[in-house]
């Protein structure tokens, strides 16, 4: 709604933004889907193997997105106040909020930003899954080395 009076520019910056600090934390999932590996039981491992096309990534993500959501909070956070999104996000509410007829807008950006990361890291393992699955050249990734090679 705020895009088509006229905002539209300010609303791209922030997203923008919100992209650039989920990416910053990112990386630091590694870490904790190795963590789920090594704790993996034999019938995780055969649920795994017997069920559909993202039966890993719904194993992990049951197994790390609490874990992932507490890792990247933080650095969200940081990274969205360094590169000026939560000034941007503030600005952009208050001429929303000045407009008449609006309602008060209660709204946690950090926890947003962080579900959206979460969301866009499952949403890539689970293609990677896919791709995996059907496609036996694909399994020998540079992602699959770096994780189980290491």
Known sequence: MISALGYGQQVDDLIRGMNRAAEQAAPFALDIFLEAINTMTFDDVRQILTGG???????????TTQKLAATFQPIVERKMHEVGVVQQYNALLGQYQSLPFVTN?????????????????????????RTMRTNPAARVTGLLQQVFGR
């Open 53 to 63: 096309d993202r039966a890993a990534t719904q194993y992990f993500q049951s197994k």
């Open 105 to 129: 807008v209660v709204f946690d950006l950090n926890h947003y930003v962080v579900a959206k990361a979460l969301a866009g890291l499952f949403h890539v393992v689970g293609e990677e899954e």
